[in-house]
Antibody, heavy 122, light 107 residues
Framework: EVQLVESGGGLVQPGRSLKLSCAAS????????MHWVRQAPGKGLEWVSG????????AYVDSVKGRFTISRDNAKNSQYLQMNSLRPEDTAFYYC???????????????WGQGTLVTVSS | DIQLTQSPSSLSASVGDRVTITCRAS??????LNWYQQKPGKAPKLLVY???SLQSGVPSRFSGSGSGTDFSLSISSLQPEDFATYYC?????????FGQGTKVEFK
């Protein structure tokens, strides 16, 4: 059974940093692209960042470029999102999501974690 | 960036109704269009990928169609568990983008 479990969320002051983790199980993690998607309370979905199976391709939404860094450790079946210079508008549930196809890039997200809440406030 | 515009933003329907949601892309995305269902407090669930392929385990009352810039998701006979918010998403290019969502409510 595929499982994605996010951790690391919490309350943080503007300008500070936070690192999210996503622990994966139930599939060959190193074969799949992974993504982070966020959702502000009561709002729609926003894709944040994605990383290919081999970390060779990485992308971000413009609003987090230069502040957030995605990474993965295939030996630990985990991906991460380092978030620096956090802003109140980064407040959201952050979901870890798995690409549907082995080694695929132009693919949907077939499994999602339960989400972790990041609140940026003084 | 590719913009996705869903319509309607919300709709009221009854059990047994046929429901159709449309999604228009700001530029051609071939068939790289996916549909998700989200219920309150839950993570999104993939329903349809590549415009018209049903994800494993999704009931056959759900169907998707379209290519290029115009797409639709249909539910042939609405069931009580289908009341939720639906999002389209493109996987054609980065940044991946979602539509604003369509909330399906009980009439």
């Amino acid at each position: 059974e595929v499982q994605l479990v996010e951790s690391g969320g919490g309350l943080v002051q503007p300008g500070r940093s936070l690192k999210l983790s996503c622990a994966a199980s139930g599939f060959t993690f190193g074969d799949y692209a992974m993504h982070w998607v966020r959702q502000a309370p009561g709002k729609g979905l926003e894709w944040v960042s994605g990383i290919s199976w081999d970390s060779g391709s990485i992308a971000y939404v413009d609003s987090v470029k230069g502040r957030f860094t995605i990474s993965r450790d295939n030996a630990k079946n985990s991906q991460y999102l380092q978030m620096n210079s956090l802003r109140p508008e980064d407040t959201a549930f952050y979901y870890c999501a798995k690409g549907r196809q082995r080694f695929g890039e132009l693919v949907p997200f077939d499994y999602w974690g339960q989400g972790t809440l990041v609140t940026v406030s003084s | 960036d590719i913009q996705l515009t869903q319509s309607p933003s919300s709709l009221s329907a009854s059990v047994g109704d046929r429901v159709t949601i449309t999604c228009r892309a700001s530029q051609t995305i071939s068939s790289y269009l996916n549909w998700y269902q989200q219920k309150p407090g839950k993570a999104p669930k993939l329903l349809v990928y590549a415009a018209s392929s049903l994800q494993s385990g999704v009931p056959s009352r759900f169907s998707g169609s379209g290519s290029g810039t115009d797409f639709s998701l249909s539910i042939s006979s609405l069931q009580p568990e289908d009341f939720a918010t639906y999002y389209c998403q493109q996987s054609y290019s980065y940044p991946r983008t979602f539509g604003q969502g369509t909330k399906v409510e009980f009439k």
